[in-house]
């Protein structure tokens, strides 16, 4: 564990380096999905400071037992309204926030515990039906419309393309992602800092940092193969 993890923040550096960015930009957010708490736990010992979890009632009993105090844990997930009383609140960074329903939701239980809660928006840069996320038209005006949300503090954006056996066929929709940030930086929304992109997953996450990620989702990479059917 300890050797991939440092493997992976040492092609970090150098992709960083090949792209001329300050590699202390980057941080990498190791995906835990479907893995036992004893993985987290080994990944911790190696270091690992973030952990990104996709569904809801596994992550919360995951937070429960091993807490937060000197790690963070981050929602990466499709997360349904109704379920937004979990997730408030109990997350460093919600990435995957793509509706101003989900966006009001999130808002008013944050309001409810009394935090702020950080998120990225989720965008479809890829186009596809069956991935979650804004459309990149639609980007701009959700993130003007979150922007008033008191209890929420939007921190950038996340996108996941579809998976290509050639990283290289991800890397434009990583460029669109950072133009979208750009666009939206512009546009000064007051509250709204367009720091994060929060882009690249074990296949690709090279090709994303010469594209500007500052958090990549490594699953695994780290963690092995996941078995869906175990859940
Ligand atoms: C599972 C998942 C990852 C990690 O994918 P790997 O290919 O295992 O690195 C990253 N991002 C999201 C949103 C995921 O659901």
Request: aromatic share 6%; no cysteine; proline share 3%.
């Amino acid at each position: 564990m300890k050797d991939r993890i440092q493997r992976i923040e040492k092609q970090i550096r150098e992709a960083a380096e090949k792209a001329g960015r300050n590699p202390d930009e980057i941080r990498l957010v190791a995906v835990s999905k479907i893995k036992p708490a004893e993985m987290v736990k080994e990944a911790m010992d190696a270091g690992q400071k973030i952990f990104g979890e996709n569904y809801i009632q596994e992550a919360v009993a995951k937070i429960e037992e091993i807490g937060s105090t000197s790690i963070e844990w981050h929602f990466i997930g499709h997360l349904q309204s109704k379920k937004s009383k979990y997730a408030a609140g109990a997350f460093a960074l919600i990435h995957s926030v793509d509706s101003l329903k989900l966006a009001r939701e999130i808002d008013k239980q944050a309001a409810k515990k009394g935090v702020v809660q950080p998120i990225l928006i989720q965008v479809n840069t890829s186009g596809e039906k069956s991935k979650s996320g804004t459309t990149a038209e639609d980007a701009v005006e959700l993130v003007r419309e979150v922007a008033t949300l008191e209890h929420i503090a939007v921190k950038g954006l996340m996108t996941m393309p579809a998976f290509f056996d050639d990283p290289e066929g991800a890397r434009p929709y990583f460029r669109e992602l950072r133009l979208i940030r750009d666009r939206i930086a512009a546009l000064g929304f007051p509250g709204v800092e367009m720091k994060e992109l929060s882009m690249g997953m074990s296949g690709d996450f090279e090709v994303a940092i010469e594209e500007g990620a500052t958090l990549v989702r490594v699953g695994t990479a780290i963690f092995g193969a996941r078995d869906y059917s175990a859940r």
